[in-house]
């Protein structure tokens, strides 16, 4: 049970992957953990509401970003950077700031896509190619409201056998066999809520409501078998799931230290391009910065991590233009 809670926290799909040593680096937040009752946006749609109206452009996806690296050539001084969009749109700017997860990264430095012209130097490729990204869903599942309101469902903690020869509930499909809980998301509520990483993860956003429905289904029958409550019939009738793996904007869920990175290479996430030499100053500098969780070498996979690096990076561009720190 704890390995599986692990793989969840961690996103690491298979706990060997997990560098212990570095994870070490990990902080965890003071206070307590809360839910936002309206829901995430709701924190983005408050800091958003100081800047001028028209100032974030939703649904522009970037298709490449063209900079100029410090080759020791000249470049151009004012707005070095070029940004495609997807609508075959073009921006020119001074300084662009990249905050997309590492998932889409990784796939980024691959040799067909090239988000980057010309691509990224080996030390952003190589942390970004160790670093890990796992896949982790959530699973929403809500209870027909004719059952037996007097049985308030249980926080079942869950342990199946992994073996495939003789299980003891052979049709308690694959996928469902690494899920360590099943609980209400609040006390009496009929909404229950379950994790799910790696492998299962992404069967997970492959299969139909149905089948989901019909997986836990069994798995309850098969576990109230010869319980007091093997007649009450439990059902689900409605399905809520997050599908990270395959959504083509993440590409994954959060970041981990895998085996063969470090926090170093958090750091080096977090480095902007170009890189200063000690010969050669030609280009323009602070051309791409980088925030995002998988840039905070202590509270990387969180929304702090998310919203300390962008802090960070925007305090970059005021100490370079002589502001203070905000
Ligand atoms: C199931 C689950 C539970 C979690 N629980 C918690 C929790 O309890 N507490 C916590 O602190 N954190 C939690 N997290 C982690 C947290 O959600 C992430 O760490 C955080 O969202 C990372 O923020 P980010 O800004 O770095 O990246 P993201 O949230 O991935 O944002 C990247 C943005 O880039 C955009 N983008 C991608 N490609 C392009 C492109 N080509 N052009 C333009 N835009 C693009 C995407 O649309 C997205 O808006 C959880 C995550 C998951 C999946």
Known sequence: MLENTQRTYTSAGDLETLDFNAES????FPGKEITIAKGYSTIVESLASVLPAGMIQLGRKVTKIEWQPDDGENCDVTKPVKIHFCDGSIMYADHVIVTVSLGVLKQGIGDNTGMFSPPLPRFKTEAISRLGFGVVNKLFLQLSPNRDEAMKFPNLQMVFHQSDSKLRHPRIPWWMRR??????????????LSWFAGEEALELESLSDEEIIDGF??????????????????????????????????LGSYSYVAVGSSGDDLDSMAEPLPKRSNHSFNSPPLQILFAGEATHRTHYSTTHGAYFSGLREANRLLQHYHYIDI
């Open 179 to 192: 899920t360590a809980s099943l609980c209400p998301i609040y006390g009496t509520s009929n909404v229950l």
């Open 217 to 250: 289904s069994t798995m309850i029958s098969n576990l109230l078998e010869n319980s007091r409550h093997a007649n009450s019939a439990i059902k689900f009738d409605k399905v809520l799931k997050t599908q990270w793996g395959t959504d083509p904007l993440f």
């Open 25 to 28: 680096e990990y902080r965890m």
